[in-house]
């Protein structure tokens, strides 16, 4: 059977009984590296709403660590755009987490051939 990279450092018992796929989502969201994503995926879903349809189009929301939310922008006018809106976007995607989530944001700039 594959392993997946960081297989054998997990701490839960293996068996062969059957169990639910939503007690495997249920499990996994428990660990850190999986929930640490979900405020990203939910900013994502949301973000034309947030920002606006042009922007939205042009900028990503990439990550939230220590408070920060960073936001792929796709060149500099985008990104320029994006950090002028810096507090709005703060405010809303903070607002959209619940609030005390999001206390700064990070504008980084790629050409596009670097998206994933």
Do not use: C, Y
Not at 1 to 18: L, T, V
Not at 48 to 58: F, I, Q, S, T, Y
Request: charge should be positive.
């Amino acid at each position: 059977m594959p392993h997946s990279k960081g297989f054998a450092k997990r701490k839960d018992e293996r068996s062969g009984d059957p169990v639910s796929i939503g007690a495997v989502v249920d499990g996994l969201l428990q660990e850190d590296e999986f929930a640490r994503g979900l405020p990203v995926a939910r900013l994502a879903r949301a973000w034309p709403e947030l920002v606006g349809e042009r922007l939205a189009k042009a900028t990503q929301p990439v990550s939230l660590e220590g408070g920060v939310l960073t936001v792929r922008a796709t060149d500099g006018p985008w990104g320029s755009q994006a950090r002028s809106l810096a507090e709005e976007i703060r405010r809303r995607a903070d607002d959209a987490l619940g609030g005390d989530a999001v206390r700064n944001i990070r504008v980084v700039v790629t050409d596009g051939r670097n998206r994933r």
